[in-house]
T-cell receptor
Framework: AQSVTQLDSQVPVFEEAPVELRCNYS??????LFWYVQYPNQGLQLLLK??????LVKGINGFEAEFNKSQTSFHLRKPSVHISDTAEYFC?????????????FGKGTKLSVIP | SQTIHQWPATLVQPVGSPLSLECTVE??????LYWYRQAAGRGLQLLFY??????ISSEVPQNLSASRPQDRQFILSSKKLLLSDSGFYLC???????????FGPGTRLTVL
């Protein structure tokens, strides 16, 4: 079984400032890692994913994340945020060995960008 | 490209009433399909997944059930709703070869 911990439930940040949203996971098997974004009353949109290879992955909207196997972390970063980045962000893991590829999500981090 | 339709978009139901939420997908065949529920402050919880017609796996014991009568149709049902069934229900499919899940627009259910 897997679990995901998002350490911050809310993160306020000023516009054009950098931001880091933290994610740690626990799993007894290898996992795939994902970050999703959710705008109010909408479904989830994939920001980026790590399957294998380079530990630094780049996604949409200028976001990037780094997979750290030793620290079991997958933190999301953006060097300069915009008002439009205000949303809720979810970190998720998927078991690479089970055929269902079901996702286990963290509880989410609400990012508020302050003008 | 894949598209997921969910309806209704919003629903208000009394306690004890039945429920039927529908999810249909386009642009793919024989996808893995998933139902998630998002309750306030609890993140997303996987309820059911299906790897094919008539094949349903339940992840959480509850008064909900799921069915997959056709390859591109996934239905979430209940015979008697509870207050705790309120939430945002999301249908998702597994994008073949990419291991990522693609989500539909969701159904907001309020049980009163």
């Amino acid at each position: 079984a897997q679990s995901v911990t998002q350490l911050d439930s809310q993160v306020p940040v000023f516009e054009e400032a950098p931001v880091e949203l933290r994610c740690n996971y626990s799993s007894s098997v290898s996992v795939y890692l994902f970050w999703y974004v959710q705008y109010p009353n909408q479904g989830l949109q994939l920001l980026l994913k790590y399957l294998s290879g380079s530990t630094l992955v780049k996604g949409i909207n200028g976001f990037e994340a780094e997979f750290n196997k030793s620290q079991t972390s997958f933190h999301l970063r953006k060097p300069s945020v915009h008002i439009s980045d205000t949303a809720e962000y979810f970190c998720a893991v998927s078991d690479t060995e089970a055929g269902s590829y079901q996702l286990t999500f963290g509880k989410g981090t609400k990012l508020s960008v302050i003008p | 490209s894949q598209t997921i339709h969910q309806w209704p978009a919003t629903l208000v139901q009394p306690v004890g009433s039945p429920l039927s939420l529908e999810c249909t997908v386009e642009g793919t065949s024989n996808p893995n399909l998933y139902w998630y529920r998002q309750a306030a402050g609890r993140g997303l919880q996987l309820l059911f997944y299906s790897v094919g017609i008539g094949q349903i796996s339940s992840e959480v014991p509850q008064n909900l059930s799921a069915s997959r009568p056709q390859d591109r149709q996934f239905i979430l049902s209940s015979k008697k709703l509870l207050l705790s069934d309120s939430g945002f229900y999301l249908c998702a499919l597994l994008a073949g070869g990419t291991y990522e899940q693609f989500f539909g627009p969701g159904t907001r259910l309020t049980v009163l």
